[in-house]
């Protein structure tokens, strides 16, 4: 059984003919139908009753059958038209064809041909239908794809703007110019909470009018984004009730939508409509996804700000370093520059008391002479020592060359000790990524303590060499008190108290070994000791080597 819906116009002028047709055999057959009697009736009611199909007598009396489909076929109407003839008319049904006809009828018919006939005919109908339906139905489907298309991407342009552009009006446009378009809105704004006032203050806008009391950067309360500020939740609203705020003259239609950032409100992006055409749930998620955006941005902004204001003060407490440095390093050349006329003469003196034959001194006089001559030369000494580190600051550090400096500095003070010093370095320079001058203390320190506890007479053997997993590896080898291994194991942590040779007089200005293995260990390195045969101590510093 064929659907109600389905109506069936008869164009016959016998009634007989019409009422067998449609009162006998279309109508139990649920269809509905309009029977006229010629042409020109038919084409009228085809406009009004707009039939599915059309029964057509082929020799109506005036208009024809033919004439029938010439005039449907003008007036745009494409209700197919299943023809009806006598007998032995054939021919003439064939050119019916050729004019438009869907189907034909002889006459006399059986019912069951004539429920055939037009099934057929209605199915062909149906089927066309549904084609356009599912047609309109791609159609929007694709307007609404292609909506979806120009959505993401707009909010794929906003995401990279957040992640790529560091101005912020720059960024409130972009997000400003990416929400009025996936929300379909005319015009908008962006306020942005000031932190010192907590006004709201109008950041970016578009296709405000001149006519708006309101500067960019200035406060604006529109009286209804407040609402929402408070609130903390989206707002949806259009038509008599916008009417009761500030913005009704702007638009009939608006969306607000907080920005928060650890759930605080700091901003207020507002869409409007000059239509009352309300915002959907679809245009608040996607507005609230790019005032996610916002506050990542703002966020951001913040972060940078935080880092160049840090990195700031970093480079001034450098230069401040630098410059300290610079101080102390002309304050140790005048010293020494000072220090080195007043020994000088203070040595000759006192060498010239103590060769002069004219005087007699007594065995105490004597001694005490002796002791002044020792403490100026030990002083003299120092002051030649005090060598500025200036050229040594800053990464990376040629280890080769620092150990070199270290000897060198610790000279003076070997062979008024009754010791040697013996040093293997290579030719090639040891980059160590850490700071040379702080580097240089280390090493010095090092050095310092081993002549201190060396054994009176002994040599001290230093070796700079290259490991095969590409290390920098300094050995300091010498002769000095028996420690057991855990004095070892602790002596960079808690250096031994009593030690033989602490009479001795070396470089008073070295750090000790706890803050040598800081620094070692400042620059990933390894500080170790270790006891061979024969009353030798090894201390060893392993540091990376840059490649």
């Known amino acids: 059984m064929t659907a109600p819906r389905d109506r069936i116009l008869v164009v016959e002028n016998d009634p007989i003919i019409s009422d067998m047709i449609g009162r006998q055999i279309l109508q139990p057959s649920g269809y509905q139908y309009l029977v006229v009697s010629d042409a020109s009736s038919a084409i009228n009611r085809a406009m009004q009753f707009a039939p599915d199909a059309i029964i057509a007598e082929l020799n109506l009396p005036g208009l024809s059958g033919k004439d029938l489909l010439v005039a449907l076929t003008s007036q745009g109407l494409a209700t197919p038209v299943i023809l009806l003839a006598p007998k032995g008319n054939e021919a003439d049904i064939i050119q019916t064809f050729r004019l438009g006809a869907a189907d034909y009828l002889t006459w006399p018919a059986r019912e069951p041909e004539v429920i055939n006939v037009v099934e057929r005919v209605l199915k062909q109908v149906h089927d066309r239908h549904e084609r356009e339906r599912l047609s309109r139905q791609l159609h929007n489907t694709n307007q609404e794809l292609q909506q979806r298309v120009r959505e993401l991407t707009a909010i794929f342009s906003v995401g990279k703007a957040v992640t790529s552009v560091t101005d912020q009006s720059q960024v409130f446009e972009k997000i400003l110019e990416g929400a009025t378009h996936v929300t379909q809105a005319e015009l908008g704004w962006f306020l942005l909470r000031d932190e010192a006032s907590k006004n709201y203050l109008l950041v970016a806008g578009r296709n405000l009018p001149a006519s708006l009391p309101v500067q960019m950067g200035q406060p604006w309360d529109d009286g209804i984004s407040s609402l929402v500020a408070l609130?903390?939740?989206a707002?949806?609203?259009?038509?008599?009730?916008l009417k009761r705020f500030k913005i009704a003259p702007l638009g009939q239609s608006a969306l607000i939508v907080p920005v928060k950032v650890q759930k605080q409100v700091i901003?207020?992006?507002?869409?409007?409509?000059?239509?009352?055409t309300p915002f959907t749930p679809s245009d608040q998620h996607l507005l609230e996804a790019l005032a996610d955006y916002a506050a990542i941005s703002l966020v951001n902004a913040r972060l940078f700000r935080t880092v160049e204001d840090r990195a700031r003060m970093q480079q001034n407490a450098a230069e401040v370093a630098q410059l300290g440095e610079k101080v102390n390093n002309s304050l140790l050349l005048s010293l020494r520059q000072e220090l080195r006329g007043p020994m000088e003469i203070a040595r000759s003196a006192l060498d010239f008391l103590a060769k002069d034959i004219t005087i007699h001194w007594t065995p105490d006089q004597r001694q005490a002479l002796s002791a002044v001559q020792e403490q100026v030369g030990y002083t003299s000494r120092l002051a030649?020592?005090?060598?500025?580190?200036?050229?040594?600051?800053?990464?990376?550090?040629?280890?080769t060359e620092i150990t070199r400096l270290a000897v060198n500095r610790m000279q003076p003070f070997v062979g008024a000790n009754n010791l040697s010093l013996a040093a293997d370095l290579p030719n090639e320079a040891f980059d160590i990524q850490a700071d040379g001058a702080l580097l240089l203390q280390a090493v010095t320190g090092l050095l310092n303590y081993v002549l201190r506890v060396s054994t009176n007479g002994s040599q001290v053997g230093l070796k700079l060499e290259r490991t095969p997993e590409g290390m920098?590896?300094?050995s300091i080898h010498y002769s000095g008190p028996n420690l057991n291994t855990g004095m070892l194991a602790r002596i960079f942590d808690k250096p031994p108290v009593n030690e033989p040779s602490r009479s001795r007089r070396f470089f008073a200005a070295a750090i000790g070994l706890p803050l040598v293995k800081d620094v070692i260990l400042k620059f990933n390195g390894k500080t170790w000791a270790e006891r061979k045969p024969g009353q030798t101590t090894l201390f060893h510093i392993l540091l990376p080597l840059l490649h």
């Open 235 to 241: 707002l949806a609203i259009h038509g008599e009730p």
């Open 472 to 474: 920098a590896h300094l």
């Open 231 to 233: 609130s903390g939740e």
């Open 267 to 276: 901003g207020l992006l507002v869409m409007m409509r000059k239509q009352p």
């Open 384 to 399: 030649e020592s005090l060598q500025p580190s200036e050229g040594l600051r800053g990464s990376p550090a040629n280890l």
